[in-house]
Each structure stands twice: as C-alpha cells, then as structure tokens.
C-alpha cells in the first residue's frame, strides 16, 4: 500500500498567500481604518487608469497587504484594479509570451473606463460571439 501523506501544497504563482477568512477584532479594524496611508492608498487604487498607475497601486497594494494581511478592505479594494485593467485591455491581450513583440507586449487602444466603452467595443459586445 503506498505510504499517503499529508504535504502542504505549496502556492503555484507568484502572489504572496493572505490568511483566509479570520475575523479582526474591532479594535484592530478601528486602527486600520484611522490609518492615512491606508487611506491614500486606497484613493490611488480606486483612481487609477492608465497602465502605469495600475501597475504601481498593484505594486503598493502588495506592500501594504504584506505589512498588514489582515486588512481585508485593503484586499477588495484589489476588485477596482482588475476592474480598471478589464477595461484597458479588455479581452484583446492574450496570456503568454507569444504575444511579445521586439520584447514587449503590443498593447490594444482602450478608452479610459471613466470615458466608457468605443462604438467598436459596443458593437462587439452586442455581437454574438463565435466559439
């Protein structure tokens, strides 16, 4: 019979690993949220648009996150970066390395999500899409 063992699943990516679902105490919550950095960064995370300012309050969400795992409000507040990035780059930049192109990524023209979507994109989506 093979010897079965529990092992620790070790993380696949790259992304630091938050503890999942521990309640703060409200002391603790109270100090979170009294904190001006925090608040800082969230106005950054919330405003950003273009590549650069996503990739930089992703940047500073992770530093604060890994000083501050706890901070759960910090962590969703991550919805509105992806949110920001879906609508820059939209489905159109595919995964992987074979996108590159003279060692960069071609990037597609997106309009800023606070400007909403182009003619074209509308159009795309009303369109039925093939599989």
Known sequence: M???QMRSAQPTSTHPVYPGGHPLSAERAAILAADPERERLITQML?????????AARRA????????????GVLEAGEAL???EEALF?????EGPDVAVGGERE???IPSPRSG????AQRSAESPRRL
């Open 2 to 4: 093979p010897d079965l």
């Open 82 to 84: 992806s949110y920001a």
């Open 47 to 55: 405003a950003a648009t273009s590549e650069e300012e996503i990739a």
């Open 107 to 109: 990037r597609p023209t």
């Open 117 to 120: 979507p182009s003619r074209d």
């Open 90 to 94: 939209g489905d159109e930049l595919p």
């Open 61 to 72: 969400q992770e530093m604060w996150l890994a000083a501050n795992p706890d901070d759960f």
